[in-house]
């Protein structure tokens, strides 16, 4: 199985500051068709998951533009822009490589 | 608008079975994989299995192989996680999730997800 590794656990923020969150997979999440096979996923507190980015660094549909994804191979990161208050909650990435598909330990994300 | 309603909570003793249905709306239900996943309280997301609602194929997680079923009724378009033998440790929010891929297209994981069922196993 592929191991999804995040850092950090928690990372507490300031709005309208810039927030960054890696991820980290045991083996290449690049498919032969050239695309990387990352999600990240925010969950915020009492709510089901959310998907923010799809294959690395596409926004899924109405995720703001403050939310970017980048990396290929095994590294990856999430970026903030800017954060707002509606940001807090838990960061999951996961890959969808292969199956079973595995997730990361979750990011924590609450306002300083 | 494409949605997944799940059904309620359930609350089930040791060794019993549960059935967890997962009603799709607002799109081709035959064209997109169903996963499900499960959260524990307070922990992550574990992903259990996934179902092509188009010919009934599933695969599951190792953990889960033997004692997870997932079926689907395309006149409903409907879902249906069975997790059988249960145990304390299966106490979790179960939820099912679309895959966002278009038909032919690999898999990319989740874009619509349910609303959760709490399963809670209690003696």
């Known amino acids: 199985d592929i191991v999804m590794t995040q850092s950090p656990l928690s990372l507490p923020v300031t709005p309208g500051e810039p927030a960054s969150i890696s991820c980290r997979s045991s083996q290449s999440l690049l498919h032969g068709n050239g695309h990387n096979y990352l999600d990240w996923f925010l969950q915020r507190p009492g709510q089901s998951p959310q998907l923010l980015i799809y294959m690395g660094s596409n926004r899924a549909s109405g995720v703001p533009d403050r939310f970017s994804g980048s990396g290929s191979g095994t590294d990856f990161t999430l970026k903030v822009s800017r954060v707002e208050a509606e940001d807090v909650g838990v960061y999951y990435c996961m890959q969808a490589l292969q199956t079973p598909l595995t997730f990361g330990g979750g990011t924590k994300v609450e306002i300083k | 608008q494409v949605q997944l309603v799940q059904s309620g909570a359930e609350v089930k003793k040791p060794g019993a079975s549960v059935k967890v249905s997962c009603k799709a709306s607002?799109?081709?239900?035959?064209?997109?994989?169903i996963y499900w996943v499960r959260q524990a309280p307070g922990q992550g997301l574990e992903w259990m299995g996934m179902?092509?609602?188009?010919?009934?194929?599933?695969r599951f997680a190792q953990k889960f192989q033997g004692r997870v079923t997932v079926t689907r009724d395309t006149s409903a378009s409907t879902v249906y996680m069975e997790l059988s033998n249960l145990r304390y440790e299966d106490t979790a929010v179960y939820y099912c999730a679309r895959d966002g891929a278009p038909p032919g297209a690999p898999i990319y994981g989740m874009d619509v997800w349910g609303q959760g069922t709490t399963v809670t196993v209690s003696s």
């Open positions: 179902i092509n609602p188009n010919g009934g194929s599933t």
């Open positions: 607002g799109y081709i239900f035959i064209n997109y994989f």
